[in-house]
């Protein structure tokens, strides 16, 4: 018998949040498909990981205390992997929310290059943490563990410093617009609020994690189950949930609405103070 856990996974608890991202997954499912906002699709793929993860975590739980490995894999690995798919679609949101308020020359970073460094970043973090993650569960020796939690934890570093910078980029870009702008900011701030929310969940999350790994398979993160449903599952049901109810695809309708609305009465300046109600009006035309 391997004792894969240092306490008896909940199964109570388990069926909750295999029914609350399966819900998730299936609503991000229809309104992807309805809006044709293809790029959500990671994030679907997030919560489906989460979905699957749990049910690994439920099989477990049933079978305690004699785990099998194919369970442990599943709820490792998955739980792991799902919030960087989370972040993908999250980066792929605000290079295409700047390009829709036209808002390019407020980014620091050009949108189409924005999404495409967030997304190496994201990339660099799902292979590291997969390897160490695959590591970790195969691992027949304490070294091999560690190794593991090593290349894991590394993953996570990268996946925190890209997430700050990230948050620090779409910082930039809402004080620099704002402060041109004439659209309404109720409307098209809103969906940079729910940018917002959903990276402050996905990072603390990944602290979380970060910190677990660190102190390893004997501190104190890993020791109770309190810690990875308070601070891993809760906040990726709300970031999944959030998302669903306050979908990227309506925001951006309405505040190019209201930006174009705005241009038409007062126009939008750019940081030189160029009008660019008149550029919009030249590209729509076009």
């Known amino acids: 018998m391997v004792n894969y856990y240092r306490y008896e996974p909940s199964l109570p608890a388990s069926i909750i949040f295999i029914v609350i991202f399966a819900l998730s997954s299936a609503l991000h499912l229809f309104q992807i498909i309805k809006t044709r906002t293809w790029f959500f699709s990671p994030f679907l793929v997030g919560s489906i990981f989460e979905t699957v993860g749990f049910i690994g975590r439920a099989i477990g739980a049933e079978q305690a205390p004699d785990y099998t490995f ?4 599943l709820q490792t690995l998955l739980l792991l992997l799902g919030p960087t798919c989370y972040a993908a679609s999250i980066y792929m949101i605000l290079g295409r929310y700047i390009r ?3 808002g390019e020359q407020f980014s620091l970073i050009r949108p189409s290059w924005l999404t495409k460094i967030f997304l190496l970043g994201d990339v660099i973090s799902i292979a590291l943490q997969g390897i160490g993650g695959g590591k970790l569960v195969s691992a027949d020796t304490p070294d091999d563990r560690t190794k593991g939690e090593n290349i894991i934890i590394g993953g996570l570093i990268v996946q925190v410093l890209f997430f700050g910078l990230f948050i620090a980029v779409t910082g930039l870009f809402h004080f620099r617009f704002a402060r041109q702008s004439t659209a309404q900011p ?10 917002y929310v959903a990276s402050a969940l996905i990072l603390i999350r990944s602290l979380f994690r970060m910190i677990e790994y660190i102190e390893g398979h004997d501190g104190e993160l890993q020791s109770k189950e309190v810690y990875v449903l ?7 049901t709300i970031a999944s949930v959030s998302l669903n109810i ?26 030189q103070g160029h009008s660019l109600g008149t550029m919009v009006s030249r590209r729509q035309e076009v």
Not at 70 to 73: R, T
């Open 230 to 236: 308070v601070l891993d599952a809760v906040p990726m």
């Open 70 to 73: 194919g369970p442990y894999v």
């Open 100 to 102: 829709q308020l036209k």
């Open 186 to 195: 109720f409307i098209w701030q809103r969906l940079l609020v729910v940018i």
């Open 246 to 271: 306050f979908h990227p695809s309506k925001y951006m309708k309405s505040a190019r609405k209201s930006l174009n609305d705005s241009d038409s009465e007062v126009g939008l300046s750019d940081p």
